[in-house]
């Protein structure tokens, strides 16, 4: 019994522990989590420094670097936002909250359900909704919106939206995996 009881304790314990967030203090902000050199090896390419902004719906903060090429733009967002930022905003309780009503909303509805698709992040929840990648790390959510050049030439236009889209998510995967490691 006295061993049941040892095993039960540290299990619940170990559980604790890995739930915890490993870094102490404030979270980092989006410029921090995934720098300026951060999204030049991403696109391969000189961006602008990073432009910060405060976000809402959920609250938190956003940090957007950006490049022309051929007469377009482009570039990455990366939004971040805490369980406390969030629940001080008073609409949604944590990021967690906001992260399972995303994936609710967006299984359940017949035209968004079109688009999801759970991906693999290490260490973290992740989805992609067509157009960002949604991450939730703890108690930390963050989105990647990704705009890259495409190379290459397509039969149609949806051949060409479905290339595109696959090379955003790949990159957006990529910088996720950068900023959870930097959230360990």
Known sequence: MKRSLRFMFAAVMAVVLLSVPAWS????????????????ALFNEPVSPGVSRETVAPAGKSCRYSFRKDGSVYGVTVRVCTTEEIAAEGIFG?????????????????????TFLEVG????EAFWEGTALWVLKGEVLFLLEVHAPLAGSFKTMDEM????????????????????????
Request: proline share 5%.
């Open 25 to 40: 203090g404030e979270v980092p902000g989006p410029c921090e989590l995934f720098a300026q050199a951060d999204a030049e």
């Open 121 to 124: 992040v290490p260490g973290a």
């Open 161 to 184: 939206n479905a290339a595109q889209e696959k090379q955003n998510l790949a990159l957006a995967r990529k910088a996720a995996g950068i900023i959870a490691g930097r959230l360990e």
């Open 94 to 114: 944590s990021a967690g909250d906001v992260f399972s009503r995303q994936v609710g909303a967006r299984t359940r509805h017949e035209e968004a359900s079109k």
